[in-house]
C-alpha cells in the first residue's frame, strides 16, 4: 500500500455525527477514488475524481461528500453519520484511463 | 452499469493443490486487474493484464485476458498457506468519461495444511 496513506485507520462514531476520512498520495497519480468494503459486496466506488478540480459520483454516494484539495488530496466526508455507512473505506488511486488502482490500507468505521 | 461475476465465491484446498478462478463480463474490458486482500489490509495489485489474449505470470501466479475481452482466469500452482486471502477482479475501460473500475466480488481462498 504504499504510496496511499489513510486517516484515521480505525474510527467509531455515534449516529448523527460527521467525520472526514483523509486520504494522500505521493505517487503523483491523476485519479483518486473511494470506494467501500462491506461483507458480501466487494469493492464499490463512492466518489471519484478523474483530476484535480473534478469530482464524481459513483455507484453509492449518498451520504457522502467529497473535496479534492489538490492533486495529492482526496477527502470523503459524512455529514450526518449512520449506521449504514458502518464499513471499510479504501482510497485508491491511479495514473490515468486504462491503468492500474494503488489503494491504501483503509479506514474501518463504526457507526453506533 | 456493468457487472462482473467472480467464482468461485469461495474454495478449500489442500497445500500444494492448484487453484482456479475466473471472471465473466457482460460487456469488454480493456484491462483486466487481478488483486489480493489480506485480512485488516486494502487489496494489493499481483497482475494486470492489458491485452487480449495476454498471458502474464508472476511467480506462482498466472493470469489470462480472454480472447473476447469478456473473461479472464487467475491460476495458482503449488498453493501455500501465504496464499490464503481474497482474491478480486476488476476490468476497466479506456475513453471519455471512463474513469470507473469496476470489481468482482471477490473469491476467498482457504489454504489447508
Known amino acids: 500500500n504504499a504510496g496511499v496513506t489513510q486517516t484515521p485507520k480505525f474510527q467509531v462514531l455515534k449516529t448523527g455525527q460527521s467525520m472526514t476520512l483523509q486520504c494522500a498520495q505521493d505517487?503523483?497519480?491523476?485519479?483518486m477514488y473511494w470506494y467501500r468494503q462491506d461483507p458480501g459486496m466487494g469493492l464499490r466506488l463512492i466518489y471519484y475524481?478523474?483530476?484535480?478540480?473534478?469530482?464524481d459520483k459513483g455507484e453509492v454516494p449518498n451520504g457522502y461528500n467529497v473535496s479534492r484539495l489538490n492533486k495529492r488530496e482526496f477527502s470523503l466526508r459524512l455529514e450526518s453519520a449512520a449506521p449504514s455507512q458502518t464499513s471499510v473505506y479504501f482510497c485508491?488511486?491511479?495514473?490515468?484511463?486504462?491503468?492500474?488502482?494503488?489503494f491504501g490500507q483503509g479506514t474501518r468505521l463504526t457507526v453506533v | 452499469g456493468q457487472q462482473l461475476n467472480q467464482s468461485p465465491q469461495s474454495m478449500f484446498i489442500q497445500e500444494g493443490e492448484d487453484v482456479s478462478m475466473n471472471c465473466t463480463s457482460s460487456?469488454?474490458?480493456?484491462?483486466w486487474l487481478w488483486y489480493k486482500q489480506d485480512p485488516g489490509e486494502g487489496p494489493v495489485l499481483l497482475i494486470a493484464?492489458?491485452?487480449?489474449?495476454e498471458l502474464t505470470s508472476n511467480g506462482r501466479l498466472t493470469a489470462q485476458f480472454g480472447i473476447t475481452r469478456k473473461d479472464s482466469f487467475l491460476n495458482i500452482s503449488a498453493s501455500i498457506p501465504s496464499d490464503v486471502g481474497i482474491y478480486f477482479c476488476?476490468?476497466?475501460?479506456?475513453?471519455?468519461?471512463?474513469?470507473?473500475?469496476?470489481f468482482g466480488k471477490g473469491t476467498k481462498l482457504s489454504v489447508i495444511p
Open positions: 485508491a488511486i491511479r495514473r490515468h484511463l486504462n491503468t492500474e488502482a494503488f
Open positions: 505517487m503523483n497519480h491523476n485519479s
Open positions: 475524481s478523474a483530476s484535480e478540480g473534478t469530482t
Open positions: 460487456s469488454i474490458f480493456n484491462t
Open positions: 493484464l492489458y491485452k487480449a489474449g
Open positions: 476488476a476490468g476497466a475501460n479506456s475513453g471519455a468519461g471512463s474513469y470507473q473500475l469496476t
